[in-house]
């Protein structure tokens, strides 16, 4: 291993200290293990502020570089050195060219702050929000910013942190803030998100006096309906207020009528098996309550049944030919429900958005499932980067689908579909009509 101070360490040296780290043997004391924890803090910040030079560094070799040219139309090069960086650390692209970003902050504008993750005083999370905080600001604000946060960073929290970085940004660029509150209020949105539960997360960004007033109005409401007997806590009566102010509808006993794709193994659906359901773009549910979904929407007339074929062994869903040149209709369908509704790259978790053929139709690839794949928007962009290539690792139709591929710094990059739900695990006896019924439908949408 390198051992001067100020030598190059190899990624051998450093592949080394890990595994050092990872057979290291606990003290046995309570002030010793306290020792451990507080040294074991300071090599992750310091890991973490040379993860941070060496990103940018990379950047910037790979930025000077000349990029194979092919004659196509190609993405902001930011696109490719941010995938190929979320490869090497396991996060999805667009935290990839976010670390790139942040990186490079940290070293050209914020160097004290940079040099105080290194000796262990912030954390990574907290040195990546000061960077984030200063987003907005120009390199030598920054620069001030920076000066002005170093003497007091030691021991602040993250509330603390928060207030002081905004604090010194409304010092030290009051026209900058002015700015960004104004952007701020123009970039007024809702978004969502499904959590792991079976519920949803429904986010607005408001205008402060907006959500105030949005606020006020809840509460009221809510206070009124628990004032005349409302069983309900204050919490649930808030959410079924707001839904139903924007739909129209009781959420509780008048759910919209929006398609959902919900897909579940016959052993789930009709017996006793435990193997969960899922629903495309939101994650899994517990076979007990996709069977219940099932159920209510049957009585109520708007179920559609469809049948989808799996090999037994690995759950791999079949093949699906079309002669077009887009991936539309039900072969597009197909692409969502066999990649689960995520996109195919590694460590991205954003929704298919393109449907990709992963040997183009230029280079003579078929418009098949074989050769599709689902994509976000990001990935695909990038996938056509000089220098990336991909490729079907099995074209075969009885294992999961599987694409390989090399980008332009020969990082590899592998995806393999997830099986379809069901599968030996959860699986129990039917009779005889049962198994003829279970041989009809294994997908309810």
């Not at 979320?86 to 940290?106: K, W």
């Not at 914020?110 to 993750?117: F, G, V």
């Not at 900058?176 to 123009?186: I, T, V």
Request: hydrophobic share 40%.
């Amino acid at each position: 291993m390198a051992e001067a101070v100020g030598q190059e360490w190899q990624a051998s040296d450093l592949h080394a200290l890990a595994d050092l780290l990872a057979d290291l043997t606990p003290g046995t004391l309570g002030p010793d293990l306290l020792d451990q924890l507080e040294a074991l803090e300071r090599i992750k910040s310091a890991a973490a502020a040379a993860q941070a030079v060496v990103a940018a560094t990379f950047a910037d070799v790979a930025d000077s570089e000349d990029a194979p040219v092919d004659g196509r139309r190609t993405p902001p090069r930011a696109m490719s050195i941010g995938a190929e960086v979320a490869l090497a650390t396991l996060a999805s692209p667009y935290a990839g060219e976010q670390r790139v970003l942040l990186s490079h902050r940290l070293r050209d504008d914020l160097p004290l702050t940079l040099a105080a993750l290194g000796r262990g005083e912030l954390t990574e999370a907290r040195a990546l929000a000061i960077a984030r905080g200063v987003d907005h600001l120009t390199p030598e604000q920054r620069g001030r910013v920076d000066e002005d946060l170093a003497p007091r960073l030691a021991g602040l929290g993250d509330v603390r942190l928060r207030d002081a970085v905004r604090r010194s940004c409304l010092t030290h660029a009051a026209d900058a803030e002015a700015r960004r509150c104004r952007r701020a209020r123009a970039d007024r949105r809702v978004t969502s998100r499904a959590l792991d539960d079976g519920t949803g997360r429904l986010t607005a960004i408001l205008p402060l006096e907006a959500l105030v007033c949005v606020r006020g109005v809840l509460d009221a409401e809510a206070a009124a309906a628990r004032a005349a007997g409302d069983s309900r806590t204050a919490g649930q009566a808030r959410a079924d207020i707001l839904a139903a102010r924007i739909t129209g509808r009781d959420p509780a006993s008048d759910p919209p009528p929006v398609k959902v794709n919900l897909v579940i193994g016959v052993e789930s659906l009709l017996g006793d098996g435990t193997e969960p359901g899922q629903i495309l773009g939101a994650g899994h549910l517990p076979a007990a309550l996709c069977t219940d979904l099932v159920r209510r929407a049957s009585a109520a007339a708007k179920a559609i049944i469809r049948r989808l074929f799996v090999t037994p062994a690995d759950r791999a869903l079949i093949a699906m030919e079309s002669t077009t040149r887009r991936f539309d209709g039900l072969l597009a369908e197909f692409l969502d429900l066999r990649d689960g509704g995520l996109c195919r790259t590694p460590g991205c978790n954003a929704a298919i958005r393109h449907h990709d053929h992963i040997t183009p139709v230029a280079d003579d690839g078929p418009t098949a499932a074989s050769n599709g794949q689902g994509l976000c928007e990001r990935c695909n962009y990038v996938k056509e980067s000089p220098g990336w290539t991909s490729w079907v690792a099995d074209p075969g139709d009885t294992g999961l689908h599987e694409v390989h591929g090399v980008t332009e710094h020969l990082r590899l990059v592998r995806s393999t579909a997830p099986p379809a739900p069901g599968g030996d695990g959860c699986l129990v006896d039917y009779s005889p009509f049962e198994l003829r019924l279970a041989s009809t439908f294994t997908l309810i949408s």
